[in-house]
């Protein structure tokens, strides 16, 4: 799979002067929270996640919802639109199906 990268919109609450991205790739995925004064960045691995999901408000930017890790931590992404978080969560989740594949085959020989 080819690295995706897709940013937030600027008219979004919260990304107004530094919209954040997602960058997808081949082995998960990496968010992207631009500050002001200083980027913080966070990557998760497709086998971390254990659940990915959309809000899509009848107006506005949709939200994408990671979850992840030993603690069911939840990350929320807002300001992508309906589009691209369907895609990303697409995205994601064949990114899940085939960490959790290679496991299972990695396990049974």
Not at 21 to 38: A, C, P, R, Y
Not at 84 to 89: L, S
């Amino acid at each position: 799979m080819p690295t995706k990268e897709f940013v937030s919109s600027r008219l979004s609450v919260g990304n107004r002067v530094t919209p954040d991205k997602i960058v997808v790739s081949d082995f998960g995925i990496s968010i992207v929270d631009n500050g002001l004064f200083k980027d913080r960045a966070e990557d998760i691995n497709f086998s971390q996640i254990s659940a990915v999901s959309v809000e899509t408000p009848l107006i506005g930017y949709s939200t994408l919802l990671i979850t992840y890790g030993d603690d069911d931590v939840t990350v929320r992404c807002h300001g992508y639109t309906e589009a691209d978080a369907t895609e990303m969560r697409g995205l994601i989740q064949a990114g899940m199906a085939k960490a959790t594949w290679g496991r299972g085959k990695d396990m049974n020989g």
